[in-house]
């Protein structure tokens, strides 16, 4: 099992001025920063990391509202990084979050959902190499 995991604070959290206070919840959660950059995505880029989405009905609203504006990213660690930050993000769905949840507490919507995490170890080490190079992760 790996210990990282891959996280983005998604345009409507950056607009709506949340991710100071999303990364103080990740932070007294138990994680540590290991990389971390504020960038934007392009079309191509945001295609290219849902591509896996690529076949689903929603995959250009994702791709047209994840180069929409700045994002976050960050590459987390924590022992059990992957569930446990799934567990503090809360669901897809902000309406299905539990209280408490990052989601539940600055998601708008299914689509922009405020902050992304990786559903797996593989999927943590594609993306967290997506955005990082070897020289930027400490
Ligand atoms: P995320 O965890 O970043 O991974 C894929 C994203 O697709 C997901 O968060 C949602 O924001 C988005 N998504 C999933 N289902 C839908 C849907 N039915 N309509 C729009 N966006 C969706």
């Known amino acids: 099992m790996s210990n990282r995991t891959l996280t983005m604070i998604k345009p409507d959290a950056m607009k709506n001025g949340f991710s100071g206070a999303i990364l103080d919840m990740i932070?007294?959660?138990?994680f540590r920063i290991v990389a971390l950059k504020q960038t934007k995505l392009s079309t191509e880029k945001a295609g290219e990391f849902y591509a896996v989405h690529k076949e689903r009905p929603f995959y250009g609203e994702l791709v047209d509202f994840m180069s929409s504006g700045v994002i976050i990213a960050a590459i987390l660690e924590k022992e059990n990084a992957v569930a446990d930050f799934r567990t503090l993000i809360g669901?897809?769905?902000?309406?299905?979050?539990?209280e408490g949840t990052?989601?539940?507490?600055?998601?708008?919507?299914?689509?922009e959902n405020a902050v992304h995490g990786s559903d797996s170890?593989?999927?943590?080490?594609?993306?967290?190499?997506?955005?990082?190079?070897?020289?930027?992760?400490?």
Do not use: C, M, Q, W
């Open 27 to 30: 932070i007294n959660a138990g």
């Open 121 to 138: 170890d593989e999927n943590a080490k594609i993306e967290g190499d997506f955005f990082f190079s070897a020289l930027e992760k400490f």
């Open 102 to 111: 990052i989601r539940k507490k600055y998601a708008t919507s299914l689509g």
């Open 91 to 98: 669901a897809t769905n902000p309406a299905n979050a539990d």
